[in-house]
């Protein structure tokens, strides 16, 4: 199977952007390689803003530049570039609502070695909270690329969600890409996996357990958490009468927590959702700490098999 | 409007100007006098002799920019975008008011001429570089100018943008600070030391242009010897009095953040008229 971060395929993304757009420009906090920026920065040197370790300034000159008619992306980790700067992304940002694209890695706890300090894991909720931002977070390299792209296109402040891990390339090339518009990936009668990120992948391999068990579960890839395609969640409560979300973040205010808030107020049927469950995540390896974090197919298929007798 | 005015005429204009702040402020019931007085110089010079700019056309692309990166100061700005035409001058006594485009900090979807929102201090001057960082990629010669209070420049980010200015060699950008010693809890130096203030801007590589900040001479002459600089960005500290114009005010910091009562509106007002009245003759 083919491994490619949703990082790398960022960093294709603004490569593509470098060259149909002028208007796209790239800042980055010390991170360049990290985070993939540096493949634009080879290429589009005068594009390319440095900024040295001082993340605050940089979300306020991405924002001059925006004003200025740019299209700014931030390439930055996670934890550094939501909660350090929140305030900064709020008011210089959102309010402006300045057409400033945020290249967020290293998010969730397969960062792995680095530890809790390197490990975003509130960011979905800290950005899905601000007025006018629109919250992505790609299953794979190949919808990395497509989200980068199609964020440059709309106006207005975007957060895409990267991480640093290989993942199984699971979407297709020439699959269509919309923002707001999640992705059914499977049809099922019984119950329905609501995942994003990294979770896409592992509720794919829990559907194909639970088939052999003869239970049928239908799996939507959530890639935008805001605007949220309440159409698709509220058909899938219909529909299967059993929703279980997975991602790689903690569950309070996360993607569980939006996709609950639109069950609740329009359909609620019994609900689960699978994530980090109010703690900081540790040092290990990606695979140790899936286990350790209950965010394998295996835990997906448990919930799923716990939920049907709550129908 | 870059037509050049005689500075008797400017010196009316500030009078204007702080007859205003002190209406809607009274009009308003709440909001920041001191600082909005200490920097009517430096504000009104800028558009009323400095700046390029046309109130009928907000986002004429070459025009010149100005950053209130002080938010709490936007009384100031709004009475001087009214009298350059942005708006009605009926509309500044709707300050503070539900659904007036005239928030309690600056919103720049609300309100033409605001260039970013602001409010929350130490971010201005960021997001001043990346409009010149624009201008300078852009190849177009606008003139970023970003106001800042002394007591903004406790934080940290201030500096992480004073290092980038410097760093992109932004000649285009002019910082000016109202070097007006106070901040909501006291005097700045009590507060968190800031001298030897100068020194520190220009050790970070900055031009520095020190001034008595309400003497418009001084103001303009800055902004001349500024424009000048090539290679670096200038700061302007100007030396300023807290709450200029307003005898019971200036210079009490207690005035930071406090609308003045009818009485004391009236009592500011006749001061103010008094001096028009004086200049006049
Ligand atoms: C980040 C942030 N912290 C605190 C405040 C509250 N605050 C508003 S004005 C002010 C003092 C500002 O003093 P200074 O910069 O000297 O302004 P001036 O004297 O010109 O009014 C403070 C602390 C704020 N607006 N933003
Ligand atoms: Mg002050």
């Known amino acids: 199977m083919e491994l490619e971060s949703t990082r790398d395929g960022y960093g294709e993304g603004l490569l593509k952007l470098g060259r149909e757009n002028k208007r796209v420009v790239v800042l980055t906090a010390d991170l360049g390689e990290s985070t993939r920026s540096h493949w634009f920065q080879k290429e589009f040197p005068e594009r390319f803003f440095q900024m040295g370790i001082a993340e605050a300034d940089m979300i306020g000159t991405a924002a001059g530049l925006a004003l200025s008619g740019k299209i700014a992306f931030v390439s930055d980790f996670g934890v550094f570039v939501t909660g350090r700067v929140w305030d900064q992304l709020r008011v210089s940002i959102a309010y402006n609502n300045a057409n400033v694209k945020i290249g967020s890695t290293h998010c969730g706890i397969t960062v792995g070695a680095d530890g809790a300090t390197h490990q975003a894991i509130e960011d979905i909720a800290l950005m899905r909270v601000l007025p006018n931002f629109t919250v992505i977070v790609p299953a794979d390299a190949i919808e990395a690329t497509k989200a980068t792209i199609a964020a440059s296109k709309i106006n207005g402040p975007v957060y895409i969600r990267l991480g640093r891990a290989s993942l199984p390339i699971i979407t297709k090339e020439t699959a269509e890409f919309a923002i707001g518009k999640a992705e059914l990936l499977k049809e099922g009668k019984d119950l329905t996996v609501i995942a994003c990120g990294i979770m896409v992948h592992q509720s794919l391999e829990a559907a194909n357990v639970l088939e052999k068990k003869g239970i049928f579960a239908r799996v939507i890839n959530l890639h935008t958490i805001k605007p949220i395609d309440r159409e698709i969640i509220i058909n899938a409560a219909k529909e299967t009468g059993a929703i279980i979300t997975a991602e790689e973040h903690q569950v309070m205010g996360g993607m569980g927590s939006a996709v609950a808030e639109v069950v609740m107020e329009n359909c609620p049927v019994p609900m689960k959702r699978i994530g980090i469950l109010d703690s900081f995540g540790q040092s290990g390896k990606p695979e140790e700490l899936m286990r350790e974090y209950h965010l394998t197919a295996d835990d997906i298929v448990k919930e799923a098999q716990n939920i049907l007798k709550r129908k | ?281």
């Not at chain 2, 009104?44 to 100005?66: G, T």
């Not at chain 2, 350059?84 to 509309?91: I, N, R």
């Not at chain 2, 000048?228 to 009095?241: D, E, L, M």
Request: hydrophobic share 35%; aromatic share 6%.
């Open chain 2, 1 to 281: 409007m870059k037509g050049e005015k005689d500075i008797t005429e400017l010196q009316k204009i500030c009078l204007e100007v702080r007859k205003d702040i002190i209406r809607m402020l009274g009009e308003a019931g709440s909001g920041h006098p001191g600082g909005s007085l200490s920097a009517v110089e430096i504000v009104v010079s800028l558009y009323f002799s400095v700046m390029r700019h046309r109130a009928k056309e907000p986002n004429w692309k070459d025009r010149d920019r100005f950053i209130l990166s002080k938010g709490h100061c936007c009384p100031l700005l709004y009475a001087v975008l009214a009298k350059c035409g942005y708006f009605p001058a009926e509309k500044l006594l709707t300050l503070r008011k539900l659904g007036s485009p005239l928030q309690g900090h600056p919103h720049n979807i609300e309100l033409p001429g605001i260039e970013a929102s602001t409010g929350s201090l130490g971010q201005g001057l960021s997001v001043a570089n990346g409009i010149a960082l624009a201008g300078k990629l852009n190849k177009k010669n606008y003139r970023v100018y970003c106001l800042l209070g002394d007591g903004e420049t406790d934080e940290g980010q201030v500096w992480e943008a004073v290092m980038t200015a410097n760093h992109y060699h932004l000649d285009n950008l002019c910082a000016i600070v109202d070097r007006n010693r106070l901040q909501i809890d006291g005097n700045t130096e009590d507060i968190m030391h800031l001298e030897p203030y100068p020194e520190k801007w220009k050790a970070f590589g900055w031009k520095v242009i020190e001034i008595e900040g309400n003497k418009i001479e001084e103001v303009l002459s800055a902004y001349r010897q500024a424009e000048k600089i090539k290679g670096k960005p200038s700061v302007v500290i100007a030396h300023t009095i807290k709450g200029k114009g307003v005898s019971f005010m200036e210079n009490r910091v207690e005035w930071h953040g406090k609308a003045p009562k009818k009485e004391e509106t009236e009592k500011a007002l006749e001061e103010l008229n008094a001096a028009v009245s004086l200049r006049t003759k």
